[in-house]
Nanobody, 124 residues
Framework: QVQLIEFGGGLVQAGGSLRLSCAASTRSFSDYTMGWFRQAPGKNREFVAAISRNGGPAYYADSVKGRFTISRDNAKKTLYLQMNSLKPEETAVYYC?????????????????WGQGTQVTVAS
């Protein structure tokens, strides 16, 4: 079982940047593929980015490619999401998620561990 806590959300102007962090409480963080998802009011949870267990291949939603960067530090058991050039339509609650011994996936149902989420608000 893995417990996740997100940090770093807040209010930013359009075009600005934020860095989200997700701290994991588990002995085997490196056994988990990690992902970021977001959910805006009235919308389904959507995939943002995912990263393999060893920090190798990363995957991004088309809408964030070139602006967002996912990374992880297995020694610190922490996942990151650097978000640049933020847009107002990206206002949402951002969640980190963990999938045990699984390839990176864009499907929320493939992740069994979820944080409580952190609010990101992008003002126009």
């Amino acid at each position: 079982q893995v417990q996740l806590i997100e940090f770093g959300g807040g209010l930013v102007q359009a075009g600005g940047s934020l860095r989200l962090s997700c701290a994991a409480s588990t002995r085997s963080f490196s056994d988990y593929t990690m992902g970021w998802f977001r959910q805006a009011p009235g919308k389904n949870r959507e995939f943002v980015a995912a990263i393999s267990r060893n920090g190798g291949p990363a995957y991004y939603a088309d809408s964030v490619k070139g602006r967002f960067t996912i990374s992880r530090d297995n020694a610190k058991k922490t996942l990151y999401l650097q978000m640049n050039s933020l847009k107002p339509e990206e206002t949402a609650v951002y969640y980190c998620a963990a999938a045990y011994v699984r390839s990176a996936s864009v499907t929320p149902e493939h992740y069994e561990g979820w944080g409580q989420g952190t609010q990101v608000t992008v003002a126009s």
